[in-house]
Structure formats: structure tokens, C-alpha cells
């Protein structure tokens, strides 16, 4: 086998000079006969004969020139090259000739330029390693080195000067814009070639003010001339005679004669778009269409610039969002800041900014709407609603996309000035305090109406049945049956909160406000250090688990009762206390007393009626939550809306499960039903039952834990969140943490099953 190559353990080989790696030897031998290879095996050939004719030389004056050390050398025989250290011009590698003459120059007993006594030796050999050649261009810009980046940030004086350096440090440079500017014009002109009248459009983040080094060039293919065109040209010869000739009907490289536009599927269409970058787009590669993206797309990659893009034809509503969002920035200058600057740092955070798409984070899209709508509702608002903006479109703006209201002004001059004066330094406070605490899963966020939309009067509307609901709800501006944010997950949901309470508490402290007069990190800076918030940290009522509302798990004939209800959060809220008690009692084995000591044992009556399911396990009880509240047609007095658990812990349950689980499914059917067998509550019953006689059934003098646990609904009038705090015993130590951590992820999964099954 090649010295170069290395079996890999899983199978194929691995080319250890052009870092290639091959499935099997018949591709391997296409590689070791390839250009790339063999290019890099002669260029390491020559490296190593160079290294052994050369020699490092130091110990001259500091700012000898090459061509002096030229000169010395060459008594002893020809010199090929010199080249000087260029950092400090200390030392230099000297290229002989040949070996014969590096030999003479090595076995002269004293070597002396200038005065100076000059220290000649070999030159060093070193591994030859071949490091790909970097391409220039806006894709890859070099990147901003986090010491450079806090470097700049403590040098501005406050906070508001380091969110206006942080635009000027991430948006593109005018070279940057020119080079993108310059490949649109090029796209225009090829596809206007193939699709006479057609256009391209750029949006996106290029564009709409929100711009990074390095982001992608988002172009919308505009064909609606084109099939104008099209079908001009299928009419008889007088008609378009009376009409004029089209522009460019005489083309012979006019493809359209092979496809009909108005007949056409987008699949078809990109097809199309996509042989036309491969074959006729100088510089253009890695062409992809991808079919399964919500809005099909042609990728692309410009070689030159190493600038990824891509390419759609029926994603005309992102034109609008484009110009809403340039229309913000040219309303209110501190709505570029403050997006720069949350951006950033929920990408620290690992909150948003996946660099592959897709997945649970937010997108930068999603995060820049929630800065929007946080403007609109600030006191006086900072930026005018959807709605407010329609009234001021003329005529001309009027415009409706894909059946969307797609109208508001396209000149910023229209718009009165805010009357908000708030500093950005405020602003991003402000920001975290709101959202640390807002209710996510239980309203919609529209920029429409600049407010937070509660889900029962939402779900009943016409466009409620079609958006797609979860842990974190925002809604486009336009299409308003598309949530921007569902793909969200309740972890990312629940860390985005985490992270802003903690930002919150942050931007209090004088770290924050008042730049250090000592050199230390402040402001921007402290802010943007990576690192996971603390989920429990115990406050002055507890350590805290947040139920959220959980839509998804109601059947749709629970949902509609439940938006109906008269009472819509007290009846989320009992069910929610139902599912606690159940999970406590009956999954873990807790032994829960109500406020007066007495066991929890009957089951409370629904407003529904309906009986809730008993448990057969051992020592299982259905039970009730510790307080019992009236059927009333009106909310209860706010000091009602609790209810407490005295709990006692008497067997380690939360330690093996899955190692547990796993037994039970072998027992059982060799072929669970994964999902419902998995997280099913009877299952996880007979978990707890399984560790209790593992550990065995010798009763305990004293309960392994103690604590207290208190529901209560969320704070907003319109919260839909149970937040459960938990109060340990005195002197419980690490093993209450370790209890509470799995409480964290296992409760509000075995809620969401409770619930679900009523």
C-alpha cells in the first residue's frame, strides 16, 4: 500500500497527503493517478530537495538585505534563492545550488558578514503538509477573532457606542456589496438570454439592512414577463404584429420553445434554472436543486468568491419581507443596533444562528420579528404596526402577493417620527426583562396588530386553524398562517427565557451600564460570553420547573372545549394540577399530603364531569391536588390560584430509569410500539416499581427527601404557564439537586402524556 495512505477502521482509506478520502481501492487508485495528486506528490518532492540544499542563517545586522547574503554566499558556489524572516528580519533560508555546494558552506570553519559573526547550519527538515489555498471574496472574509472583537468593543465608551460598533464590525464592506451587486447584474444578463423580460431580484439578508460578512445571496427569478412573453409569441403572426415584436423573439438560444411557463411545475422550472448555471454561468458550481425546502430553491456556489446562493421562482412574498424590514431600519436607527446585537448574542448562546439551517434554533429571521414587535410595544412605540402602516399606503403601494395584504408604504418619509427616546443601553435591557417572562406556547406574537395574541380567541379565527403551533409562536407579518418560529423546540424555548432572565439580571449590575475604568470586561462584552444559565437557581419561593401550555397534546375536540371554556386558564390549570399529582403519587411513588398532613386519595371532579384514569400499581393511588376549588362561573380570588404538595421521596426512582425501561420492553413484546410504549405513563409506573424492589422493600425510618411543591398560574392576566416552584427540606443537600435536574426533563414530558390521554 501507499506510504501515503492509511486504511480507515470502518472501512475505505484516507489519503494522508490531499486529505481525500476514498470508499474503496478502486476510487483510491483513481485518486493516486489524478492531477491533485500527483501535482502534490511533485511539489513535496521539490520541497524535500530544497530542504536538503538549503540553510538557516542568523546572527546578522538587523536590516541586511537578501541580496548581501546573496552576495557572501555565492563564494562558495550558486545561490538559487534567499528569503528573510519577514516578521523581524532575524534570521534567513539560504537555497544553494546543489548538496556540493551546501557541503563547502557547511564545513567553513567561521562565517562572517559585516562584522557580525554569522550562525550557519542545516535547515530544519519538517513534514511536508499541504494547506488548501484560501479563497478571496465575501464568503470568506476573514473572520473577526474574539480578542479582536472585545479589543473593540471596551474601547467605545458606553454601551450605546458598542452596539454601533458591532454593525460597523459584522455588516458588509462596500467591496463586499459591489461584488454582489456585480453577480447579479451577470445572472441578469445570462438568464435574460434564456428567459427573455425575466429579472432578478436579490433578498434576504443581503438587503434588508440586516446584512453579515460572509451571508448567503438569496435571488428571486421573476418570470411573469416572461410568460407574457411566451404566450405573445404563440399567437398568430398578425396579432403580434398589432402588439410589436417581443423582446428577443428571434433568440435562437431562447429555451423556452422546450417548456410551457404557464403550465410548468416549480420542479420542472428549476430543473431548467439550474442547467442554465451549470452551463452557461462563468464561475458557477456545487449546482443543487433542492426540492424538499418549504420553498424549493437552486443552490449555488460563485468559485471565485467561494459565495453561496441560491435561487427561487415562486417565493415572491419575501420581496415584501425584505422591504418591511429595510423600511424599519430607515425608520428608527436603533433598529439595526439592537438586532446586530441579540443576534450575536443568541448565536453565543447557542440559541440561534445554526450554520447548517434547520434543527430546533431559532432563525435569524424569527429573532429579527421579535425585535420588531418588542419595538412596536414599548411606550411610546418605537415603530408602528402592520395595521398602522396600511392606513398611511397610497394607492400605488397597495398590493396583494399569493392572496396575503401585502400593502404599507414603500417611502419611510410617510412615516411620523417616534416619539420613544429610550437609549440602546435600555432597549436591550428592557428586552430581556420582557421576554424573560413572557408566556410563548400560550399567545401568538403578530406584527400585524403589535401584540401578543391570546391562543383561545386566536384558534378560533380563520387563520388560527392553519398556523402551526408550538413552545415559541411567531407569526410572519404577511403569510399569517406561517409561524416563523415552529420549529422551535420547549428546550430551546425554555433556554431562550433562561438566557434572557439572566441577561436581564446582567444589564442591572454597573458591569453593564458604565464602561470599567480598570481594563476589565463590561458591557456587550460580559454579555457575549458563551455559557449555559443556570435553570435552578433557588430564589426566595423555590426552585422553578414552568409547565407550559401544550396545545399539540390535546385532541381537537379538547382544544375547541378548552377555547371555549369561560374560564380558559383555570381550566388549563386544574388539568395541569390533575397531571401533577399523578405523576408524583402514582409514576414516582411520592407520598404527598395536603396542607392540613392529611394523604392525598380522591380524585377531584372536572367542570367536564368526566372521572380521571386510577392506576393499578403498587401503592398507587389516583389523587387530587392538595387544595379543592369551587365550580365557579367567574376566576377565583388571585390567593385561590395555587396549589401545594407536601411530598416525601422514600426510594432513589429517578436514578436507571432508562437502564430499567429497557429490561421491561425486552420482557415484554420484542417490538414495543416506540414512541406511546416509551413515554407512556403505565410504563414508567412499572419503572418506579422495578427500581422500589431493586432497592428492596425494607421500609426506611426516615424519607430520602423532603419538599414542598407549590403550582401557580402564570402572572400575566393572559399567562397560560403553571409555574411550579419546589422548596427542599432543610439539610437535603446534592441529592435534592440531582432530583430536581430530572424533574426538570421528566415532568413536563409526563404532564404533556396526562393530559393528552384525558
Known amino acids: 500500500m501507499e506510504p501515503d495512505v492509511e486504511s480507515l477502521p470502518r472501512g475505505g482509506f ?35 530537495d530544497q530542504e536538503l540544499r538549503s540553510v538557516f542563517v542568523s546572527g546578522f545586522h538587523k536590516g541586511t538585505s537578501a541580496p548581501e547574503l546573496s552576495e557572501y554566499f555565492q563564494a562558495f558556489g550558486g545561490v538559487a534563492s534567499v528569503v528573510m524572516d519577514k516578521d523581524k528580519g532575524v534570521y534567513a533560508i539560504v537555497e544553494l545550488q546543489d548538496q556540493e555546494v551546501m557541503e563547502k558552506v557547511l564545513a567553513h570553519p567561521e562565517h ?49 457606542a458598542q452596539m454601533s460598533q458591532l454593525v460597523q464590525l459584522f455588516e458588509l464592506s462596500e467591496s463586499e456589496r459591489r461584488l454582489r451587486h456585480l453577480l447579479v447584474t451577470l445572472f441578469q444578463e445570462v438568464f435574460s438570454e434564456f428567459f427573455p423580460g425575466c429579472a432578478i431580484l436579490p433578498f434576504g439578508s443581503s438587503v434588508n439592512g440586516f446584512d453579515i460578512h460572509g451571508c ?33 423573439s428571434d433568440s435562437e438560444d431562447s429555451i423556452l420553445s422546450d417548456i410551457d411557463l404557464t403550465t410548468a411545475t416549480v420542479p420542472e422550472v428549476l430543473e431548467l434554472v439550474a442547467a442554465v448555471l451549470r452551463k452557461c454561468v462563468p464561475g458557477v458550481h456545487s449546482v443543487q436543486v433542492v426540492h424538499s425546502a418549504r420553498c424549493p430553491v437552486v443552490k449555488f456556489c460563485h468559485k471565485d468568491s467561494g459565495l453561496l446562493g441560491d435561487i427561487s421562482i415562486n ?18 436607527e436603533r433598529v439595526r443596533p439592537l438586532v446586530y446585537a441579540l443576534r450575536y448574542w443568541a448565536k453565543q448562546q447557542a440559541l440561534a444562528g445554526n450554520p447548517f439551517g434547520g434543527g430546533p434554533l431559532l432563525n435569524n429571521y424569527a429573532l429579527t420579528l421579535l425585535v420588531l414587535f418588542f419595538l412596536q410595544t414599548r411606550n411610546p412605540p418605537a415603530l408602528p404596526t402592520l395595521a398602522q402602516l396600511r392606513e398611511l399606503t397610497g394607492d400605488k403601494d397597495q398590493a396583494i402577493v399569493d392572496g396575503w395584504d401585502c400593502s404599507f408604504p414603500q417611502d419611510v418619509s410617510q412615516l411620523e417620527p417616534s416619539a420613544n427616546t429610550e437609549s440602546l443601553c435600555s432597549l436591550l435591557a428592557e428586552f430581556f426583562r420582557v421576554f424573560g417572562d413572557h408566556d410563548f406556547a400560550g399567545c401568538v406574537i403578530s406584527l400585524q396588530e403589535g401584540r401578543a395574541l391570546p391562543l383561545p380567541t386566536f384558534l378560533l379565527s380563520e387563520v388560527g386553524a392553519k398556523l402551526k403551533l ?8 404577511f403569510e399569517l398562517s406561517h409561524n416563523v418560529a415552529a420549529n422551535v423546540n420547549e428546550k430551546i424555548a425554555q433556554r431562550f427565557q433562561h438566557c434572557c432572565r439572566d441577561g ?41 420547573i414552568t409547565i407550559p401550555f401544550m396545545l399539540m397534546a390535546l385532541s381537537p375536540e379538547s382544544r375547541q372545549q378548552l377555547c371555549q371554556a369561560r374560564d380558559f386558564r383555570r381550566c388549563w390549570f386544574d388539568k395541569v394540577c390533575a397531571a401533577i399529582t399523578f405523576v408524583l403519587k402514582d409514576v414516582l411513588k411520592c407520598s404527598c399530603l395536603g396542607p392540613a398532613g392529611e394523604p392525598l386519595g380522591q380524585e377531584p371532579t372536572e367542570q367536564s ?119 427542599p427540606a432543610p439539610q437535603q443537600g446534592p441529592l435534592f439537586q440531582d432530583f430536581y435536574h430530572f424533574l426538570q426533563g421528566f415532568l413536563p414530558r409526563m404532564v404533556e402524556r396526562y393530559v393528552g390521554r384525558q
Open 112 to 160: 562572517c558578514l559585516g562584522g557580525q559573526r554569522l550562525r550557519v547550519k542545516p535547515r530544519e527538515k519538517k513534514e511536508f503538509k499541504y494547506m488548501p489555498p484560501k479563497k478571496q471574496g465575501s464568503a470568506h472574509h476573514v473572520q473577526l477573532s474574539p480578542e479582536k472583537l472585545v479589543q473593540a468593543l471596551c474601547q467605545a465608551d458606553d454601551v450605546d
Open 14 to 48: 484516507r489519503c494522508r497527503l490531499c486529505h481525500v478520502t476514498a470508499a474503496n481501492k478502486p476510487s483510491l487508485q483513481d485518486h493516486l493517478q489524478g492531477k491533485k495528486h500527483q501535482r502534490l506528490e511533485s511539489l513535496r518532492a521539490k520541497r524535500q
Open 315 to 332: 417565493n415572491r412574498l419575501a420581496l415584501c419581507n425584505t422591504r418591511f424590514l429595510q423600511l424599519c431600519t430607515e425608520a428608527d
Open 504 to 544: 436581564a439580571k446582567y444589564c442591572r449590575s454597573l458591569q453593564y451600564q458604565r464602561k470599567s475604568s480598570k481594563g476589565k470586561a463590561w458591557g456587550l462584552v460580559r454579555l457575549f460570553q458563551p455559557g449555559v444559565p443556570e435553570a435552578g437557581e433557588l430564589g426566595p419561593e423555590g426552585l422553578l
Open 609 to 727: 364531569g368526566g372521572e380521571q384514569p386510577r392506576s393499578d400499581g403498587r401503592g398507587s393511588l389516583a389523587v387530587s391536588p392538595a387544595k379543592k376549588r369551587p365550580r365557579v362561573e367567574v376566576p377565583a380570588p388571585e390567593e385561590e390560584e395555587s396549589v401545594t404538595w407536601s411530598c416525601a421521596v422514600w426510594h432513589r426512582v429517578w436514578m436507571g430509569r432508562r437502564r430499567v425501561r429497557r429490561q421491561l420492553r425486552q420482557l415484554g413484546s420484542p417490538q414495543p410500539d416506540t414512541e406511546q410504549e416509551v413515554g407512556s405513563l403505565e410504563l414508567e409506573e412499572k419503572v418506579s416499581e422495578a427500581i422500589i424492589q431493586q432497592e428492596g422493600d425494607s421500609l426506611r425510618a426516615e424519607p430520602l427527601l423532603r419538599f414542598t411543591a407549590c403550582a401557580r398560574v402564570g402572572g400575566g392576566q393572559e399567562d397560560t404557564r403553571t409555574l411550579l416552584y419546589f422548596t
Open 216 to 248: 448567503d445571496l438569496d435571488l428571486f427569478l421573476d418570470l411573469e414577463k416572461t410568460k407574457t412573453f411566451q404566450a405573445n409569441a404563440k399567437e398568430p403572426q398578425g396579432a403580434q404584429a398589432d402588439e410589436g415584436p417581443g423582446p428577443d
Open 470 to 477: 408550538g413552545p415559541f409562536n411567531v407569526q410572519d407579518p
